[in-house]
């Protein structure tokens, strides 16, 4: 069975890619749009469903993965900066303060019929405020086209105190749920998943990973 991963994203293919599954990749045609009064962890499920759904329409054979992440703080959704200033003001609100990272993944296959989504949820811990050591980060540009501005796996890594619950759900792709939901699907992973949490190898992995559990909104 063909599986397509429905992302755009260099770090959710890096992810997949340590599950040893040949996969395809294409780029969903579906638009984002957050809807007032629902939670963070249901937003990130629709999305995840929207993306596998726009991909599988064409290809109904293919077996589809897609996936989103949210970031809510104390009930507000944070998306991706538009500029360094608003990076600056959204990692200044964040420090101190822990937030949650929703990630949803969907696994689809139209011809079966196979259809099942899950979320992932992890509680992240920010440092106090430190005006250098923000100014230090945003400097490298890597806080741009990162939801709440920062990436766990990169130098915002500096940034983070403390994390609770699946280093890979904050990256963008937790790879234990993913491998269950494929094996739902017929699909034999290859790879022992407990042994590439234990071997952790991505950047920052082994230096934030916890006891890997369900973290409740």
């Known amino acids: 069975m ?16 340590l599950l040893g599954i040949p996969f395809e ?19 990130a499920a629709g999305f995840s469903q929207g ?20 970031i809510e703080l104390e009930g507000e959704l944070l998306g991706k900066p538009v500029d360094l200033a608003e990076a600056r003001a959204m990692l200044r609100r964040m420090a101190g303060r822990a ?15 196979f259809e099942a989504t899950e979320v ?7 440092k106090p405020f430190d005006a250098g050591a923000h100014e ?21 890594g500096d940034l983070i105190e403390r994390l609770e619950g699946d280093f890979p759900t904050v990256v963008g792709l937790p790879l234990r749920l993913v491998a269950a939901l494929l ?20 950047g920052n992995w082994s230096r934030f990973q916890v006891a890997s559990r369900h973290i409740g909104g």
């Open 2 to 17: 063909r599986v397509v991963l429905a992302s755009t994203s260099p770090r959710r293919r890096d992810l997949f890619a």
């Open 25 to 43: 990749v294409r780029t969903p045609a579906f638009e984002e749009r957050v809807v007032p009064g629902r939670t963070g962890d249901d937003l």
């Open 51 to 70: 993306k596998a759904a726009s991909v599988a329409a064409d290809d109904p054979e293919a077996l589809v993965l897609g996936s989103d992440t949210l």
């Open 99 to 113: 937030h949650l990272v929703h990630t949803a993944v969907t696994v689809v296959c139209r011809a079966r019929p």
């Open 120 to 126: 992932s949820t992890a509680r992240v811990r920010m």
């Open 136 to 156: 230090r980060y945003l400097a490298t540009g890597d806080s741009l086209g990162k939801a709440g501005a920062y990436s766990i796996q990169g130098p915002g």
């Open 183 to 202: 094996t739902q699907a017929g699909v034999t992973v290859p790879v022992d998943v407990e042994r590439l949490y234990a071997t952790m190898p991505y």
